[in-house]
């Protein structure tokens, strides 16, 4: 009874020794299956924790700190600058250092921070970028509000990493959209002074008692309004309506060129050499 006893056990161990056997193996020919879960959810646990408080869950800043996700110059350095910037923080600069975690925990939350910023991801350009570039400076007037890589205009936003976190199809919807509200800080209106001068632009400040306003060439303008004939603000957005004015074809492109000027890889190279020096 007792040999019968101990040969089921035995029996038992020898089952459970192969299984494991069986799993050991499968783990060694394929570490990367379980590894790379591991990895990443690694790394998002690090970031929500440590990071995101002032960066936010998804890397695009907050009062507390920058974008980190969208911004070309966090996006083109190093990885090693990067862990660098994570161990050891930036003085002065309110970037704590977070010394207690593990070479692997940095790693981590580097490889989760490049998937925030789309690292990697390989964006299709619909059309030609060549002819959107074009456009943007041409036939679509787009340059005379906005600017792109330092030309352009003012009274628009700078459109140059506009494209950085936006699929092709989300940028042509964008430029075509209508009706649209003006935001925050691009609100339209006119001005008419006591001397009669009649200035149209944006409105960049105001409280109760003084306005600023910024023209199209750039200039700021500052009125106390008790001394304004006239201070009318318009409805609508500075964006003209480009349903009729731009074909398929000339969005795609245009969104093309939008997207080529935003690319995480442009001037990589040049930034890697300039970080290596830092």
């Excluded at 299984?19 to 193996?25: N, W």
């Excluded at 700078?158 to 494209?163: N, P, Q």
Aim: glycine letters at 10%; charged letters at 25%.
């Amino acid at each position: 009874m007792r040999a019968n006893r101990w040969s089921t056990l035995h029996i038992e161990f020898l089952l459970v020794l192969a299984i494991y056997s069986i799993f050991l193996s499968s783990a060694q020919q394929n570490p990367s299956a379980s590894g790379s879960k591991g990895s990443s959810g690694e790394g998002r646990r690090v970031f929500n924790s440590a990071c995101a408080g002032c960066h936010g869950l998804d890397g695009r800043g907050s009062d507390k700190a920058v974008n980190i996700s969208g911004n070309a110059r966090v996006r083109n350095l190093s990885d090693a600058r990067l862990s660098s910037i994570v161990s050891n923080g930036v003085p002065g600069k309110g970037m704590p250092a977070f010394d207690t975690l593990s070479a692997t925990q940095v790693r981590a939350v580097i490889a989760y921070l490049r998937s925030l910023q789309g690292r990697g991801e390989v964006r299709a350009l619909p059309g030609d970028p060549e002819r959107g570039k074009e456009l943007f400076f041409g036939k679509g007037n787009c340059s005379s509000c906005h600017a792109i890589l330092g030309q352009g205009g003012f009274l628009g936003p700078d459109l140059t990493e506009h494209a950085a976190t936006s699929s092709a199809e989300a940028i042509r919807e964008e430029i075509i959209r209508a009706p649209r509200a003006s935001a925050m800080g691009y609100r339209k209106a006119v001005v008419t002074t006591a001397n009669g001068d009649r200035l149209k632009g944006v409105v960049r400040n105001e409280d109760n008692f003084s306005v600023q306003l910024q023209t199209k060439d750039g200039s700021f303008h500052f009125f106390k309004k008790s001394e304004l004939r006239s201070f009318e603000r318009l409805d609508g957005s500075l964006m003209p309506d480009y349903r009729d004015r731009l074909s398929e074809g000339e969005l795609n492109d245009l969104a093309s060129f939008l997207l080529t000027t935003s690319r995480p890889d442009k001037d990589a190279s040049q930034t890697q050499k300039r970080d290596d020096h830092e």
